[in-house]
DNA sequence: TTCTTTGCAAATTGTTTGCATGCTC
DNA sequence: GAGCATGCAAACAATTTGCAAAGAA
């Protein structure tokens, strides 16, 4: 599930469209470098290339169906703006640090959490997304 | 940090008053047993008390000024409408799970997450409120 | 009396929906 | 051609803000 054509496949077999917007809300998602507000990648497809064909329900609507294929994940922690990311299923699962002072993130490894995953799940039979945790606080910058 | 009066006082040391409203407010959200939204103590207060001053807008800025003075917190993973708790110093640390199917939740004590914390601040400079921490994820019922 | 807090109503912001048209399969 | 997807504009829900009046120190 890494390449465009794979997304192509996984939309056709599940009787969806594979479409110019679709295309273009992925790619930015994935070649924006990180996470991205529905408002973000609204702005991003539309400034490098203003004659497409894009609107904000769009945006919403394919997220939502990309979620719902599991192609996309939305992450916590961000209140008032859902913020989303490009589910690589090869890379390395990190999280996210998001700071309640700037509102910007960090990313890191923790291995730690995949104990604590399970742990979950034995104790509560809960399946937990720990990929799409997004951890809350302040940065170093903010603490001051 | 735990009866009414201190409350008064913290309030007062910081130079601001001490009102029916935000003592409603904060009752609600201590005896109310658990996490609520802005919505639900609102109407918890009208409750309890028709003839009771309160409005929407007063919840909200109460609520701004308790998170400021960290007596309540906002906990993160519930998407759309943000939810609050009393940050109780005594009690032991619990976290949530927030089923993404149901919109329910379950409280858990994650001891090895206090380990996590310490390698957040010392790897990263970041100081994590490990405290707030929700974690998404699915029931055992709404796994079918 | 001074300065904070409140209530009300209006404004914002983020997101969703209905419906006619367009495009993919 | 059939049915999903899109755009637009309107609908919504949660939260914020301006301003004059009320309340705490």
Request: hydrophobic share 30%.
């Amino acid at each position: 599930m890494s390449c465009e054509s794979d997304v192509e496949q996984a939309l056709r077999e599940s009787g969806r469209r594979f479409t110019m917007q679709r295309s273009k809300i992925l790619t930015a998602l994935r070649h924006g470098g990180g996470h991205r507000t529905a408002d973000e990648i609204f702005e991003q497809v539309r400034e490098e290339d203003p004659h497409a064909g894009i609107s904000r329900s769009t945006v919403y609507r394919a997220l939502d169906t990309l979620k719902q294929m599991r192609l996309v994940s939305e992450l916590d922690s961000h209140p008032g703006t859902a913020t989303f990311e490009w589910t690589d299923r090869e890379a390395p699962r990190h999280h996210h640090l998001v700071c309640r002072g700037c509102g910007g993130t960090v990313e890191l490894e923790l291995p730690a959490l995949a104990a604590i995953e399970s742990e979950i799940e034995r104790t509560t039979g809960f399946d937990p997304d720990i990929r799409h945790l997004g951890i809350t606080g302040l940065c170093e910058q903010c603490r001051d």
